[in-house]
């Protein structure tokens, strides 16, 4: 087969997968569904495994080509193309990865589930979807698989369609997304406007020539183009990966079932904000505004949110609030010029958090779909490789040294600490602040869920039990990559240069020049990771954990009550959700019905029609009189093509 | 092509129209008949329109398929039909949109004959229209097609239908007495009801102001532009489910393909005087309308208003090209302002017919258009829930569907000509979203609601097929846009040519 056929195989496998299991779901049965489904998204991982193996293993030569041409008018040519170099790879291969995972992982979650066909061929499509976003090689194709994995977000949040909770979820997620497509619709239009491609390579070649532009937008201010640009695709990346403050869906989104909340809002979709800008990072070398508004915005995200999950008590509400925490991370990396790091970060948060995602998943079954940790406690005796891949989630997440997580997390913080840009001195406290609470959040969840005694009523405990091998089977297949890929792939990935076909870092903005310098091997770096005070903090919040969650239980309501005001805050967190509520959605309806009732309604059809409506009443209650049905209506006819003859004539003699 | 040999065009208008008379006067007993020669009329007409396609050059701006013999002499009116890349996709709609309301409108129990025979001289008549090449030729299709679209809503419509069709009847009418005087000033001055002659013929700017003041008002209506479009949401909510797919799917195009016709080329400076006007409106339509759509109870009403809002889209798009050349000093982005204003009016076809045949499945079994009466219809419908959810997410310009193409294109034209205006149109991102799914979850999603909801069986077979054809279009012209677009931008570019340079008498 030649390559372009593989590569053409990688995202149509699933899509075919997917109309397989969703339009013939009852020829295929329930089991027939899972096995074409698993089939073409394993054939999917398989071919991209290779393709991978091709780019970082051979002299690859990047390929750029048109697959088809989508419409091609007034000088420009609009298509659907693949771009494939090591950044694509590297993200094919986690999303297929992942995906298989949680794909097997849903055969028993999902398992009673009447929707079992349309589940596969949801996640089926969104591998797809997916797939066409990370290996596009133009604009156009990049907002297809954005919006498209936002269509499929949409169905898989509101999967169980009868839940409100659900379908308020899935419209809160769309709509917010929405909101940030917005600014992403804009800079497509101002990279077309400005650079007259949508090409990747194009845009690239042309933005040079573009930086010093201005623009004037709002009022008499000159923009620089470069910064307009930036910024208003950011604000999409801001939808799609949920950052401060379009992150408000993104917690709401776990009303969907847990192996999509895994997949899509953890590993690959919520991340593809991340992707976008290192995928642009030729376009954002060239704003350094634009860089510090992102690091600004990441800094907040990473710290704020990571807070908000120290309260939570739905075990998958708490690891919402770390992925929009680690969202964070990855984009204060992307504000660093650290592209390479966050795209690293990506990876293994990709990894350790499907893990934590699909270990609570298997809490949750255990438990009978509660989610509520007040009501767990202990369970690591009954579920114990549950217990013990959570615990290697956990560690990866706080970055323990050796894990996964730690090479990328702390690479992130030294790159902010080496990073001379506007909001760094922030951003660098944000990260660090960020260690304590992450261990805190992290801790608490694991105490809670499986250690100390057991709050669960005697009924749900008697059937509580370890899942089945398709559960956990995948948790250790992701429990593998979380404690290792990070020893693995951080020299070659970071200092190695295996993704400088795709990442265009300015000379002396590079973070990890500096770092490089002092990079001796990742054993070496993960030892030294151990006299760090990251590694300091990092054990400051499990320490402070063990002792009021495992040791000391009540201190966490003495603790509530002191600092209620702190916990009252972070419990509303922090009123975004009122402000959406009341003002967005509920300002938007009021002006919808002014609108529709005094401007439709009062004005235009009261004021303006009113009074020749009076008139043609009066005109056709006499016509009335003496007409019924088909004659009346026959009467109007004759009229309209009199009063035209009658014009005709009067004005042509004139 | 051996098409070009034979009046096609003539084919396509006329024998919907003398199929349908015929039905008229067929007698209630033999309706399966009636239905019979009306679907075999509808089918024939479409064939013809894809030989047409088929046998259609691409290449050129030029008329094709012409067909002229003198009509009325004394005033050198001459039966003159022909097609280009602008009127050709609107044929096709047309036909199409014929066969698919021909098969909705199967079940209909009353006077079936008379309501197919309705139909087909309207659809042979709204293809006339769109095909002439003669002004009066144009304006008697413009006029004579309001009567068989009185007739369905008067007769097939609802309880409120008299008011509506008074108010339709008396907006269309206020608005074609100025096209028509405009027609015959522009007669005296040139001695020729030609299109083509009126295209090439100078005009003072003042006279192209009031020409194109005329002929705004008259197309204005029918798009419906705010704020001439209160008349809509009345006439939609009283038609049947039949007349509804027409008027939405077709009439309204007539308004845009009017403007582009006759408004810019024959009035380009007049047109480039006033563009701030339709751009304003446009706007206007888009932000405020969608609004409105958002507080519609009524799900027929909704759909209308979103109708009203995406046709903003249309009459945006159409006049992006001044602005344009004056932001940047270039034309390039005119061509894919008004291509995607012509793609955004088929697309706005397939689409608004998709959403008003879900009403009419609906309607059909619970008789009740509001939308508080349903919830949870997913429960017991899940196909349709499935064809429902993909209709008004194309409603909402999801990329990979038709309704993404024409606004894609028009926003990025028209950030060429302002960033606002881009801001603007860009909102219906949010507010098409916002109308479109918050139906789709207060309609679709949540527990069965009523006894009524559960007691509603999936589509039969007939519905079926109308949705599928439907979702495979709206599919095909979002993935792969290219032939429609390939057949539009010569005629569109010639346009752009014709407009960018003054016709003021010298």
Redesign the interface.
């Known amino acids: 087969m030649d390559i372009k056929t593989i590569l053409l195989l990688i995202p149509l496998l699933p899509l075919a997968g997917s109309a397989i299991a969703g339009l013939l779901r009852h020829q295929v049965g329930r089991a027939g569904s899972h096995t074409v489904t698993i089939l073409a998204v394993a054939g999917s991982f398989a071919l991209s495994a290779w393709v991978a193996l091709q780019v970082f293993t051979t002299d690859w030569q990047v390929l750029n080509y048109t697959v088809?041409?989508?419409?091609?008018?007034?000088?420009?040519t609009f298509e659907v193309g693949f771009l494939i170099d090591s950044l694509t790879a590297l993200m094919m291969v986690v999303v297929t990865f992942v995906s298989f995972m949680v794909h097997v992982y849903t055969i028993g979650y999902m398992k009673d589930d009447p929707g079992y066909q349309r589940f596969f061929s949801y996640i089926n499509l969104f591998t797809f979807a997916m797939l066409m976003l990370v290996m596009a090689n133009n604009f156009l194709q990049l907002?297809?698989g954005?919006?498209?994995v936002g269509?499929v977000s949409?169905?898989l949040i509101?999967f169980w369609?009868?839940k409100?909770s659900a379908?308020?979820a899935n419209?809160k997620a769309?709509?917010v997304n929405?909101?940030g497509?917005?600014g992403l619709?804009?800079g497509?239009?101002?990279v077309?406007?400005y650079m007259?491609s949508l090409d990747y390579s194009e845009v690239f070649a042309a933005a040079p020539g573009v930086a010093g532009q201005t623009?004037s937008?709002f009022g008499g201010v000159e923009w620089s183009v470069m910064t307009f640009i930036c910024i208003c695709l950011f604000i999409g990346a801001m939808g799609k990966s949920a950052q401060v403050p379009l992150h408000v869906w993104l917690p709401d989104s776990m009303e969907g079932p847990t192996p999509i909340s895994a997949l899509i809002h953890a590993a690959t979709m919520v991340t593809a904000g991340i992707f976008m800008v290192a995928r642009l990072s030729p376009l954002y070398e060239l704003s350094s505004t634009a860089l510090s508004f992102i690091l600004i915005i990441g800094a907040i995200t990473a710290l704020f949110m990571g807070l908000i999950g120290i309260v939570q008590n739905d075990i998958k509400r708490v690891v919402a609030y770390s992925t929009l925490s680690q969202l964070g991370y990855m984009t204060v990396a992307l504000g660093a010029s650290a592209y390479s790091v966050a795209i690293f970060h990506l990876m293994t948060h990709a990894f350790f958090k499907a893990l934590l995602f699909l270990g609570a998943g298997s809490v949750i079954i255990a438990m009978h779909h509660k989610q509520d940790m007040r009501e767990m406690g202990g369970l690591g005796r009954i579920m114990p490789i549950t217990a013990i891949t959570a615990w290697i989630g956990s560690l990866a997440l706080i970055g323990f040294p050796f894990t996964s997580g730690f090479f990328s997390k702390d690479l992130i913080i030294e790159s902010v600490k080496v990073a001379d840009r506007t909001g760094a001195g922030f951003a660098t406290f944000a990260v660090y602040a960020g260690v304590v609470v992450t261990a805190l959040y992290t801790f608490r969840m694991l105490y809670l869920t499986f250690h100390g005694s057991s709050r669960t009523d005697a009924e749900t405990l008697s059937h509580a039990q370890e899942s089945p091998w398709v559960v956990t089977l995948p948790l250790i297949l992701l429990a593998i990559p979380s404690l290792f890929i990070g020893w693995l792939t951080v020299e070659p990935l970071l200092f190695g240069g295996a993704l400088s076909d795709a990442i265009n870092v300015a000379p002396g903005h590079d973070p990890l020049v500096h770092i490089g310098e002092h990079f001796h091997g990742a054993t070496a770096f993960a030892l030294h990771g151990f006299m760090t005070p990251v590694f300091g903090l990092a054990m400051l919040g499990v320490a402070i954990s063990t002792w009021i969650y495992l040791f000391q239980p009540s201190i966490a309501e003495t603790l509530k009550q002191r600092l209620h005001l702190v916990w009252t805050i972070l419990d509303r967190k922090y009123g975004f959700d009122e402000f959406y509520q009341r003002v967005v959605a509920g300002g938007?309806?009021k002006?919808?019905?002014f609108?529709?009732?005094r401007?439709?309604r009062t004005l235009?059809?009261g004021w303006?029609?009113h009074g020749?409506?009076r008139l043609?009443?009066a005109f056709?209650s006499r016509l009335r009189s003496v007409q019924t049905?088909?004659l009346?209506?026959y009467a109007?006819?004759m009229i309209?093509?009199l009063?035209?003859l009658v014009?005709?004539f009067v004005?042509?003699k004139g | 092509m051996s098409a070009m040999n034979w009046p096609i065009l003539s084919l396509i208008v006329w024998l919907p129209i003398v199929t349908g008379v015929a039905i008229l006067f067929l007698s209630e007993s033999r309706a399966a008949m009636g239905k019979a020669l009306a679907l075999a009329a509808a089918v024939a007409a479409l064939v013809l329109t894809l030989l047409a396609v088929a046998g259609f050059d691409m290449t050129t701006a030029a008329m094709q398929f012409q067909e002229k013999t003198p009509w009325i002499e004394a005033?050198s009116i001459n039966y003159h039909l022909g097609v280009d890349g602008l009127s050709l996709p609107l044929i096709a709609l047309t036909a199409l949109t014929t066969v698919i309301v021909v098969i909705a409108g199967w079940t209909i129990k009353d006077r079936v004959s008379q309501y197919m025979g309705a139909f087909l001289i309207l659809s042979g008549l709204m293809s006339g229209m769109f095909a002439a090449l003669d002004a009066m030729l144009f304006?008697v299709f413009f006029?004579a097609m309001?009567?068989p679209m009185?007739?369905i809503i008067?007769?097939w419509g609802g309880p409120n239908r008299i008011f509506a069709?008074?108010?339709f009847?008396?907006f269309t009418?206020?608005g074609s007495?100025f096209m028509?005087?405009g027609l015959?000033w522009l007669y005296l001055q040139s001695g020729s009801f030609a299109v083509a002659d009126l295209h090439q013929l100078p005009l003072s700017l003042t006279a192209q102001i009031w020409i194109f003041l005329a002929f705004l008002i008259a197309f204005a209506v029918k798009v419906p532009m705010w704020?001439v479009h209160?008349w809509l949401p009345d006439a939609h909510v009283e038609a049947p489910t039949g007349g509804s797919v027409v008027l939405a799917a077709v009439m309204l195009k007539i308004g845009g393909y009017g403007l582009v016709r006759f408004s810019l080329p024959i009035a380009p400076d007049g047109a480039a005087a006033l563009d701030w006007l339709v751009i304003g409106l446009s706007l206007v339509a888009i932000v405020?309308i969608g609004?409105?759509?958002?507080?519609?109870r009524d799900m027929k009403r909704l759909i209308a208003y979103s109708s009203i809002s995406h046709m903003g889209f249309a009459t945006l798009g159409l006049f992006l090209t001044f602005a344009i050349v004056q932001n940047?000093g270039q034309t390039?982005?005119?061509?894919?302002g008004i291509?995607g204003a012509m793609v955004q009016m088929i697309s706005h076809g397939f689409i608004s017919g998709a959403m008003f045949l879900a009403g009419g499945v609906l309607y059909d079994r619970v008789h009740s258009r509001e939308i508080s009466a349903y919830g949870?219809v997913?429960?017991t419908m899940p196909w349709f829930a499935m064809f429902a959810?993909l209709f008004f997410?194309a409603n909402s310009g999801?990329?990979?569907t038709s309704g993404?193409?024409g606004e894609?294109m028009v926003?990025?034209a028209?950030?060429?000509a302002d960033?606002w205006f881009?801001?603007f149109a860009?909102?219906t991102?949010?507010l098409g979203?916002?109308y479109s799914?918050?139906l789709v979850?207060r309609v679709?999603?949540?527990?069965v609601a009523n006894d009524n909801v559960a007691g509603l069986s999936d589509l039969d077979g007939r519905e079926w097929t109308v949705m599928v054809v439907l979702a495979i279009l709206v599919l095909a012209l979002g993935?792969?846009?290219?032939p429609l677009?390939?057949m539009i931008?010569p005629s569109?570019a010639n346009l752009v040519d014709h407009i960018t340079n003054t016709k003021i008498n010298p």
Not at chain 1, 68 to 76: C, R, T
Not at chain 2, 444 to 447: H, K, S, W
Not at chain 2, 479 to 482: E, T
């Open positions: 088809y041409e989508w419409a091609v008018l007034d000088g420009i907002f297809f954005w919006e498209a269509l949409y169905l509101g369609f009868k409100e379908v308020r419209l769309f709509l929405r909101g497509d917005f619709l804009l497509v239009a101002a077309l406007m007259g623009m937008v938007g309806l002006l919808a019905g609108f529709s009732e401007g439709d235009i059809d303006i029609v020749s409506a043609v009443g056709s049905g088909f009346y209506h109007f006819a309209i093509g009063v035209a014009f005709a004005l042509l | 005033f304006y006029e309001l009567v009185f007739l008067g007769i069709t008074i108010k009847f008396l009418f206020f007495v028509l005087v015959i704020p209160t405020y609004f409105v759509a958002l507080a519609q940047t390039d982005g005119a061509v894919l291509s949870g997913a429960n959810v997410m999801l990329p990979g993404f193409v894609f926003i990025l028209a950030f060429k960033f881009a801001f860009a909102m991102l949010i979203a916002s799914l918050w979850k679709f999603y949540g527990e993935l792969w846009p290219y677009i390939e931008e569109v």
